[in-house]
C-alpha cells in the first residue's frame, strides 16, 4: 500500500515537472497587466530576479509561488507579476519609452528655427500633459530604479551658437527649462560662446552641464600610423582634461556625456566611465527603455528637423513588443 502511494505521488510531481517546465501550461502573459515573462541569467537565483524585477523582498513570494523552485529547470523563462514591474514602464504587450529630444545651436544660420521649433514643441508637450524630466529621474529610470510617468521625456540642449540661444531665452524668460545642456568646456568663454557665469545660471535653473568633446580633435579613431595604445593615451589625456575643466567650473560632478562623432567606441566610453561618467549619448532615433545600454543613450536631434516636420514621430513613448525574453 505505502509503495503505491510512493509512487502516485512521484507520478503526480512528475507530471507538475513537466507542466511547470512548459511555457504554455503556465499562465503565461496573455492576459495585459498580470505577467511579465523574464529570462533569468546563468545561475541567477528567484532572490535576484524578485530584487530586479518583482519587488524585492515583498515580491519574492509571488515569484516563488508562480515558480516553484522544486519544479522549476535552471535557466526557463519566469513568470513574475508586474505590479512592480508595470510602475517602471514593463507591460504584457511593451514598454515605456523615454525619448530625448535635443536641440542644437550649432551656427546661426540655423538657430531661429530651432529656437522656433523648441518653442513650438513646449507647447506642444504642455498641452499633451508630457512630463519634463529632470537628470536625476531620468538616470533613475534607464537604470531601473524608478518609474516615470506615460509620456515623459527629456530635453537637451548643445550650444555653439551662443547668440542664437540668447535670443531663445530672452523670448522665454518666463519658462523653466530642465534636462542637459552639453559643453565643450575648451570652447566656453571664447568669442561666441557661453560664458562660465551663464552655464552657473543655467544650471541652477534646471540645465546640467554634460560634456561633448569637440570632434574636430580626432578622437572619434586613431590618426594614420598612430598604434592604438598611442590613440588610447591621446583619448584619455584630451578627456581628463575636459572633464576636469567641466567639473571644476560649475562644482558638481560630470555625470553625462555625449560621443564627439555621434557614435563612440569602447576607448571613449571606458574612459568617460573611468571618470564616474553614469551615461553616454549617441545621436539617433527613438527612445530609451528603462533598460537602456547606458553607454549607447540615444538623444534625437529633433530641432533639426524640417520646418514642416510634426513632432509626433519623435514621441515613441511606448513600444509595443512581445515581451518573452
Not at 293 to 302: W, Y
Amino acid at each position: 500500500m505505502e509503495i503505491k502511494s510512493e509512487r502516485r505521488l512521484w507520478v503526480v510531481l512528475l507530471a507538475l515537472f513537466f507542466l511547470g517546465s512548459a511555457c504554455t501550461a503556465r499562465p503565461w502573459h496573455h492576459d495585459a497587466g498580470e505577467y511579465v515573462v523574464v529570462q533569468p541569467g546563468p545561475g541567477e537565483s528567484l532572490e535576484k530576479v524578485a530584487a530586479d524585477f518583482g519587488g524585492g523582498d515583498a515580491g519574492l513570494p509571488a515569484v516563488k509561488a508562480l515558480n516553484p523552485p522544486g519544479l522549476t529547470p535552471a535557466n526557463t523563462p519566469l513568470l513574475v507579476p508586474t505590479t512592480p514591474a508595470y510602475d517602471l514602464g514593463i507591460r504584457s504587450d511593451g514598454y515605456q519609452a523615454v525619448p530625448v529630444l535635443t536641440y542644437r545651436w550649432i551656427d546661426g544660420e540655423h538657430s531661429e528655427s530651432v529656437g522656433k521649433h523648441l518653442q513650438d514643441d513646449l507647447l506642444q508637450l504642455k498641452t499633451m500633459g508630457a512630463a519634463l524630466l529632470t537628470p536625476e529621474a531620468f538616470l533613475g529610470f534607464i537604470r531601473m530604479d524608478r518609474s516615470v510617468s506615460k509620456g515623459a521625456v527629456l530635453l537637451a540642449f548643445e550650444v555653439r551658437d551662443a547668440e542664437g540661444f540668447r535670443d531663445f531665452l530672452a523670448k522665454v524668460g518666463h519658462m523653466k527649462l530642465t534636462g542637459l545642456l552639453f559643453l565643450d568646456p575648451s570652447e566656453v568663454g571664447a568669442p561666441g560662446q557661453l560664458t562660465w557665469e551663464e552655464v552657473a545660471q543655467l544650471a541652477q535653473g534646471g540645465l546640467e552641464p554634460a560634456l561633448l568633446p569637440a570632434e574636430a580633435r580626432g578622437l572619434s579613431s586613431p590618426a594614420p600610423k598612430e598604434s592604438l595604445v598611442g590613440y588610447t593615451r591621446r583619448v584619455k589625456k584630451s578627456i581628463t582634461s575636459s572633464h576636469e575643466r567641466l567639473e571644476s567650473h560649475t562644482g558638481q560632478p560630470v555625470r553625462f556625456a555625449a560621443y564627439p562623432d555621434g557614435t563612440g567606441n569602447s576607448v571613449l566610453a571606458s574612459v568617460m566611465v573611468s571618470l564616474g561618467t553614469k551615461g553616454i549619448f549617441v545621436l539617433g532615433d527613438g527612445g530609451n527603455p528603462f533598460f537602456c545600454d547606458n553607454l549607447s543613450i540615444v538623444r534625437m536631434d529633433v530641432g533639426g528637423r524640417g520646418a514642416e516636420e510634426p513632432l509626433e514621430p519623435f514621441l515613441d513613448t511606448f513600444r509595443e513588443a512581445r515581451l518573452a525574453w
